[in-house]
């Protein structure tokens, strides 16, 4: 994508004049009506963040040893990569890659699979059902 000099002025100075800290989108975004996504690495959404709750409950309980939030960067193909949300030991030894999602999109069920396909480790994709966690292991 490619903007106009005023476009990326633009871009620059929107959140600071109007007084927000709303995540900025590119002009393009906006006019397509995108989302922008992620801004910022280490924030985790609130289901991300729920999650991370639970495995801090699991390492008090002795049944996984470590986990780090966006730990673990995989390498799919030329100019595609992966990043697991969690990276998690369990009591196993066996490190797993843990991905949550609130709901699925093609491209995103697509590299974890790929991802499955060429790394020897457990990759498991995490969804919240009311209270409970839903696991599927790829």
Request: charged share 30%; hydrophobic share 45%.
């Amino acid at each position: 994508m490619r903007w106009t000099e005023e476009e990326y002025r633009e871009f620059l100075t929107r959140g600071k004049a109007e007084g927000t800290s709303a995540p900025l989108k590119s002009p393009a975004a906006e006019a397509r009506g995108l989302a922008h996504g992620r801004l910022t690495t280490e924030a985790m959404n609130g289901t991300e963040a729920a999650y991370d709750a639970y495995l801090w409950l699991l390492r008090a309980s002795g049944d996984i040893l470590w986990h780090k939030f966006e730990a673990i960067k995989l390498r799919l193909a030329d100019a595609t990569f992966y990043t697991p949300d969690f990276a998690v030991l369990p009591a196993s030894g066996v490190l797993e890659m843990h991905e949550v999602k609130g709901f699925w999109r093609d491209d995103a069920r697509v590299k974890i699979k790929v991802a499955a396909s060429i790394y020897p480790l457990r990759f498991i994709a995490v969804t919240k059902i009311g209270t409970n966690w839903k696991c599927e292991e790829f």
